[in-house]
């Protein structure tokens, strides 16, 4: 009996063919340790890579910035591996073979309204999440726990703890930094509390910004703003701060950093800190 082989077999049984297979190996490798490679250049430690290039949040407002961040990073991954797939399998099932074309369509009206309601219903949804997410991170709470003025001026910080967050309330404590001279402000604030921070400028625009609350704000001359954060417990540590508006010539002198301590400790010290500016010093 004679077996016929056809021209396919005649290619996968070639030297040429057996070539060709270590190659694909080689060029399989080379994509994994570039993806490795790019992954170790972004600077993200596997630690990291879940948050996405995101700081560690510390307070609940941060968390909630964070699931939206993952949340719209996965739906276009999915989105884009839809797209990838489709181009994918055109190029496959439609490359040029035997001189046949791909069937072609014109005024093809239901794909026309798929492809224009379907992005419309992406764009709805992402919208949905950001408003929504937008309403919880920037709602004040009735009654916070700490309120503390944030007067950012050219080029420092300084942080006037208040009697309450109500309009007349009085300074009871004051932290002035001195950043030109290796003295940032260092403001202390307590674990497990929600905090209110009124954010004024007595010259130009400034930018009230800790990357571990996940959140930054414009510091406005003639216009007070308020946030609050809730800072989560356990998260005592320090954190940095930074103006991220450049508001002049040392705007980059401009840092300050974030103390959290468990509430017992940001008593004790509000209350040295308090006799220490009603005594007169700052
Ligand atoms: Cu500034």
């Excluded at 040429?16 to 060029?27: A, E, F, G, H, K």
């Excluded at 800072?231 to 002049?248: A, V």
């Excluded at 840092?255 to 400790?265: G, L, Q, R, S, W």
């Excluded at 940001?266 to 800190?273: G, S, V």
Aim: with cysteine.
């Amino acid at each position: 009996m004679v077996v016929r082989r056809g021209p396919r077999d005649d290619v996968r049984s070639s030297p040429l063919s057996r070539m060709v297979r270590p190659r694909r190996r080689r060029v399989g490798v080379r994509l994994v340790l570039g993806l490795v490679l790019l992954v170790a250049l972004s600077g993200c430690t596997a630690n990291e890579l879940p948050r996405l290039g995101m700081p560690r949040p510390i307070t609940e407002q941060g968390e909630r910035v964070l699931r939206l961040w993952q949340g719209g990073w996965a739906a276009l991954l999915f989105i884009g591996c839809v797209v990838w797939g489709l181009i994918i399998w055109c190029v496959i099932a439609y490359r040029k073979r035997d001189g046949r074309h791909a069937p072609q369509f014109t005024y093809n009206i239901p794909i026309e309204i798929l492809y224009t309601v379907v992005p419309i219903i992406f764009v709805a949804v992402f919208f949905y999440f950001t408003a929504r997410d937008e309403d919880a991170i920037t709602k004040l709470s009735a009654n916070p726990d700490v309120t503390v003025e944030v007067v950012g001026y050219q080029w420092d910080w300084q942080f006037n703890y208040l009697s309450g967050p109500q309009p007349d309330a009085r300074t009871i404590a004051q932290i002035t930094g001195d950043a030109a001279h290796g003295h940032p402000a260092v403001l202390e604030l307590p674990a497990g509390k929600t905090v209110r921070f009124k954010l004024v400028s007595p010259d130009v625009i400034h930018a009230f910004w800790v990357p571990n609350f996940l959140f930054k704000r414009d510091v406005i001359p003639g216009r007070m703003s308020e946030f609050d954060v809730h800072i989560e417990p356990g998260k005592e540590g320090t954190y940095i701060g930074r103006c991220t508006e450049l508001c002049g010539l040392y705007h980059d002198q401009m840092i300050f950093y974030v103390k959290v301590v468990d509430p017992a400790t940001y008593q004790r010290d509000l209350a040295t800190m308090e006799a220490h500016y009603t005594s007169g010093g700052a």
